[in-house]
């Protein structure tokens, strides 16, 4: 369903007019109540009235991952501590993490964006939820819990984890929408079938999955696995959590709902608008946050976007899915590699499902080696050592051929790659650069 | 006329076929025959077993992929070129053998290879054909 009809389906004057006069307060709220976005608009030699439109968007200075590090923890907030009603924290891999601040206005928004999402996933009010995702710290599952309050979804509070009781829980009380990561779905799987549960046979007919980048061959496999259709969901705690934009059953690509988060595309290295449906980096403008509202800031996620009308009805315009993210990129020999390109790859070599770590080391004086580490499984085990090392090599021709660098293959046993039932640790960097 | 035997992917490390060949041990699996194909990475451990349904079932709830393989158990008899004997015929009636191993035990005086053709059903027509015996599954269990 079209949760919200007059937005999501705004003709584009209208829509533009409402960004405008967001911008607008936006900018004056933020030049008033934050000193360090006043001083980074001033650096830009402009004030709030040279915001006159969305259109002076490019006028404003970015903001980045770095900013919030360095504010850490409250900094960058323009609402007054008081007046913050919740906090969220995302760990990061250095330094300080990132927090921001929801005041009772943001969650509702957040509730919002988030109705709009199960919306565009195919839930109606009255259908039972499972949120998967974690609850904490986290936004996953606080988010997708506000936005399925806001709905009027019936809501099973899982969190991650305890695979057997989700299970249970799903087989005793027939949840129709699932949420949660795509590996951990796919995970989930596995043990269904060890516990005698057939996954064709479970009562998730939807799933809205995300938090880490997947591939289109990975929807494929989740929803011939579990028979349910995969939407993906996207979002970043900076922005709100999940909610910022999720794709509807048509699949052509994610709407993101821009009368409250203004989406650009720009070439990462330039700063400047990349072309229209060509890949950048995605820069988000919250338009109407009271906490922590960023300007044009910087997600690092590569994505391409389209400003067409959705065969669905709805007009906002379409994010693809992520194409990599511009820091758990990994560099090898110069070359950009992507962990979701070594994933289709895999799903392509039949049988293989997609348990893999990529592991970049570099030898003193060397260059640098990117290996693929394989699990084994049955459907592609043989009893013949020719039969795997056809394996070994096709998976590396191919690898080679779609990535453009030199790539070794290790196959290991079963279970051995570590897994987590939250994000899969697909990349380990061994460089010391 | 095939008998079974059990192929399992072992990782190249310490410790890994002990761990194997102990947790079958534990579980009163007693092994017949066993050939190790190698790599500088990985291994395929393959063996004859007295209960082979049964140990390819604890080798899978314990974590290893494990498949059954047919393959083709001879007796040969215990003397210079008894092997060559029939490595001739195979050889003339051009039958690929994939990889070939010996028994532990002897059921006579002549000994015990298992052989993996490429084509096992074609293989053992031909073996027939010149009344070399073939050993059933019924008497390897009983060796």
């Known amino acids: 369903m079209i949760w919200n009809k007059k937005i999501e389906c705004a003709n584009q004057r209208d829509l533009k007019n409402i960004q405008s006069e967001r911008l607008k307060k936006t900018v004056d709220y933020v030049y008033k109540n934050s000193e ?113 309050m806001t709905m009027g979804l019936t809501i099973l509070p899982c969190s991650s984890g305890q695979t057997k009781r989700q299970l249970k829980l799903m087989n005793d009380f027939k949840p129709k929408i699932l949420a949660c990561t795509p590996s951990y779905c796919l995970y989930m799987a596995d043990e269904a079938r060890e516990i005698g549960l057939d996954p064709k046979k479970s009562s998730w007919e939807i799933g809205s999955f995300g938090a880490e980048p997947w591939s289109e061959s990975m929807r494929v496999e989740i929803e011939e696995t579990w028979d349910m259709q995969a939407t993906d969901v996207y979002g970043l705690s900076e922005i709100t959590g999940p909610g910022v934009a999720h794709e509807c059953d048509k699949k052509m690509g994610l709407h993101i709902f821009s009368d409250v988060f203004y989406p650009e595309v720009i070439n990462q290295k330039t700063g400047k608008a990349a072309k229209n449906g060509e890949d950048g980096e995605l820069v988000i403008t919250t338009l109407t946050k009271q906490g922590i509202p960023l300007l044009r800031y910087r997600t690092r996620d590569i994505v391409s976007i389209t ?114 039932e939250g994000k899969a640790k697909r990349v380990i960097d061994k460089r010391t650069v | 006329m095939k008998i079974t035997q059990i192929s399992v992917f072992l990782e190249n490390r310490k410790g890994r076929l002990y761990e194997v060949c102990s947790l079958l041990g534990k579980n009163k699996i007693n092994i017949r025959a066993l050939s190790i194909g190698e790599t500088d990475e990985f291994g395929i451990l393959r063996i004859v077993v007295d209960k082979p349904e049964e140990a390819v079932k604890i080798l ?27 490595l001739k015929i195979l050889s003339e009636n051009s039958i690929n053998i994939e990889y070939m191993y010996g028994f532990i035990e002897k059921a006579s005086d002549n000994a015990i290879l298992v052989f993996r053709f490429e084509d096992t059903d074609r293989a053992i027509e031909i073996l027939k054909k010149n009344k070399i015996k073939v050993i059933g599954k019924a008497e390897i269990a009983n060796l």
């Open chain 1, 36 to 148: 360090i976005f006043k001083k980074k608009i001033q650096s830009k030699g402009v004030t709030p009235k040279d915001i006159k439109s969305i259109d002076d968007l490019e006028k404003l200075p970015f903001t980045t991952k770095e900013d919030l590090r360095d504010s850490y923890p409250f900094k960058l907030f323009s609402s007054p501590l008081k007046k913050i009603a919740e906090i969220h924290v995302s760990s990061g891999t250095t330094g300080n993490p990132t927090v921001v601040g929801y005041t009772k206005e943001d969650i509702k928004l957040w509730g919002e964006v988030m109705a709009r999402a199960l919306g565009c996933a195919g839930a109606k009010p009255g259908d039972m939820i499972q949120i998967a995702y974690g609850y904490g710290l986290f936004t996953g599952g606080l988010g997708f819990h506000y936005g399925s």
């Open chain 1, 307 to 420: 400003t067409e009308t959705c065969s669905c009805g709805r007009t906002s315009p379409r994010i693809s899915k992520i194409k990599g993210r511009t820091d758990d990129m990994i560099i090898v020999r110069g070359i950009n590699v992507f962990p979701s390109q070594i994933e289709h790859v895999l799903l392509n070599i039949e049988g293989t499902q997609p348990h893999y770590q990529l592991v970049v080391d570099r030898k003193a004086g060397e260059l640098d080696e990117l290996e693929v580490v394989v699990e084994v499984e049955e459907k592609i085990f043989s009893d013949e050592i020719k039969k795997l090392r056809a394996l070994e090599e096709k998976i590396k021709k191919e690898m080679e051929s779609v990535l453009g660098v030199f790539v070794k293959v290790k196959l290991v046993e079963p279970k051995t790659i570590e897994r987590s």
């Open chain 2, 60 to 86: 899978k709830s314990n974590g290893l992929v494990a498949n059954l393989t047919d393959i083709v158990a001879l007796e040969i008899t215990d003397k210079p070129g008894g092997l060559a004997g029939i």
